[in-house]
Structures are given as structure tokens and as C-alpha cells.
């Protein structure tokens, strides 16, 4: 398993922007496909966001389509999910996440190295 390490999280106004970042070690980053998901209390994890080990192909909730962006430098072994308008629905813990596979999924079972999590909270 790698060891993630997400960081960027806090508070911010709806509306806002906030960028989170992922840093990997532990495994060759650039073999697996990245995730993000987050959980906000009293509902179950979900998929935000996750991109392929090459970077080429990437997929998005439908909730954050056009507002979230995910990204990812192999060179550096870090993934970023820049988040635009944000809104309070979006509220939540996220956690960063290395897939089994080279290729996206969206469900967590997938994914077999999770970070700690980051705190967003946003504010009306």
C-alpha cells in the first residue's frame, strides 16, 4: 500500500475556491489510477473525482461536474482537486485515494490506499 497525505483544506465562503493536494509515496505513483472522494457527516462516502495513472482520462461526479478539476504530476507523485463555486452541499471530509488500477473507478473498493482526510467547510 503508498501513503497518501492530503493537505489544503479549511474554510472558505460559498462561492470560493480551494485547491487540495495528495502526496504519494510507497508505490510507483505513476502506475495507478488517483482518486478523491469525501464524506460529509451522516451520509457515506462518495466519488468526487478520479484520474487515470497517465493523466489522460479523467472522471467527475456528477455534483461537481464543471466546478472540480483533478489533476496530477507523476513527476512529483502528487494529485491535486481544485475546487471552483463552491457551495455548502460540498461541505465534508475529503480523502485522497490510489486505485488497484491504471484506469479510473468510481467505487471505493477499488482503491486500496487511503489518506487521512482534509477538512473542507463552507460557509453561507
Known amino acids: 500500500q503508498a501513503q497518501l497525505v492530503e493537505s489544503g483544506g479549511g474554510g472558505i465562503q460559498t462561492g470560493g475556491s480551494l485547491t487540495l493536494s495528495c502526496a504519494a509515496s510507497?508505490?510507483?505513483?505513476?502506475?495507478?489510477?488517483m482518486g478523491w472522494f469525501r464524506q460529509a457527516p451522516g451520509k457515506d462516502r462518495e466519488f468526487v473525482a478520479g484520474?487515470?495513472?497517465?493523466?489522460?482520462?479523467?472522471i467527475y461526479a456528477d455534483s461537481v461536474k464543471g466546478r472540480f478539476y483533478i489533476s496530477r504530476e507523476n513527476a512529483k507523485n502528487t494529485v491535486d482537486l481544485q475546487m471552483n463555486s463552491l457551495k455548502p452541499e460540498d461541505a465534508a471530509a475529503y480523502y485522497c485515494?490510489?486505485?488497484?488500477?491504471?484506469?479510473?473507478?468510481?467505487?471505493?473498493?477499488?482503491?486500496?490506499?487511503w489518506g487521512q482526510g482534509t477538512q473542507v467547510t463552507v460557509s453561507s
Open positions: 485515494a490510489m486505485s488497484r488500477y491504471s484506469t479510473v473507478k468510481t467505487t471505493d473498493v477499488a482503491y486500496d490506499s
Open positions: 510507497g508505490r510507483t505513483f505513476s502506475h495507478y489510477a
Open positions: 484520474i487515470s495513472a497517465s493523466g489522460t482520462s479523467t
